[in-house]
């Protein structure tokens, strides 16, 4: 599913070369001679990456313009494929709050369907072939691919900032459940004098373990998504420079089903990576809010 696309020939260009430029977003910010423009690197904390912030709007616009128009169109008769589905959607991510937050929230279910949705939508981009946007890209912008054409990088889950972003919210979100289901008074008990008790010299480390926690969700949530959906599209890339230097070997008729069938395995493979990362960072999150609202 991820192979070249058009008459460009991964195997004339060096390795090195296209890696990088697969692996580097379309950066925007200021240059080293004050204007603001197209970099080749980033250049400070204010580097905009268009092509991340592109994507996850457009895509978080899809799922919105999607679900509405499937639940317009919805009906109490035997529905349609499309209802159906997000039906079974729905369903499937209430039962699991429903297990998970005891609480009372009527925005827990919302919000994981959201997060599980937009997620899922991000890392399905993985699975178009990893030169077909940049080439219509590089058409559109006159500029011949590869060469001078900007990077161009779809999937905004492979770029840290992006999990980062995601998951630095879902630590602010848990300060706010915290102070709204507790109070003031134990939300701050709880942070001073757990889990060893009230004693005076105790206290400092209740605060360490603490922080450790609080910084411990946001990496673990944004490194684990980001380090297997940049890992997939890695080996996608991999994949386009290595099939085709195999077909020097003479593999004969067999070379019609292995090359299909090396390219089909890991794609299916990358499927239910792809799935299962959008259901973890989901169930996690509401497990954190959980957490972070439960009175013990």
Not at 164 to 177: D, E, Q, R, W
Not at 255 to 280: D, E, G, R, T
Request: with cysteine; hydrophobic share 50%; net charge negative.
């Amino acid at each position: 599913m991820s192979e070249a696309v058009g008459n460009f020939d991964p195997i004339n260009l060096d390795p090195n070369l296209y890696i990088e430029h697969h692996l580097q977003n379309l950066m925007f910010g200021q240059k080293h001679d004050g204007s603001w423009g197209i970099l080749t690197e980033p250049n400070g904390f204010w580097t905009f990456h268009l092509d991340t912030i592109f994507f996850s709007i457009g895509l978080g616009l899809l799922f919105t313009v999607l679900f509405w128009l499937i639940a317009r169109k919805a009906t109490t008769g035997v529905p349609g494929r499309w209802q159906n589905a997000v039906e079974w959607v729905v369903e499937f991510i209430d039962n699991q709050v429903r297990d998970t937050f005891h609480s009372h929230s009527k925005m827990i279910a919302p919000l994981a369907m959201t997060i599980f949705c937009w997620i899922f939508l991000f890392n399905l981009m993985d699975l178009l072939p990893v030169d077909l946007i940049p080439l219509v890209a590089s058409w559109v912008a006159g500029t011949p691919y590869m060469n001078h054409s900007p990077a161009l990088r779809i999937v905004p889950s492979t770029d840290l900032n992006t999990t980062i972003g995601l998951a630095l919210t879902v630590l602010v979100m848990t300060y706010t459940f915290g102070l709204t289901h507790k109070g003031p008074k134990k939300f701050l008990e709880e942070i001073l004098f757990h889990p060893f008790g009230k004693f005076p010299l105790i206290v400092p480390f209740n605060v360490l373990f603490r922080v450790i926690e609080d910084l411990a969700k946001p990496i673990s949530l944004s490194l684990r998504l980001f380090g297997n959906m940049y890992a997939g599209e890695l080996i996608f890339i991999l994949m386009i420079l290595t099939i085709p230097s195999l077909q020097s070997l003479d593999w004969g008729v067999l070379s019609v089903v292995i090359y299909p069938l090396l390219n089909m395995a890991w794609s299916i493979f990358h499927i239910l990576i792809v799935v299962l990362q959008a259901f973890i960072f989901m169930t996690l999150t509401v497990v954190y809010l959980a957490l972070a609202s439960d009175e013990h």
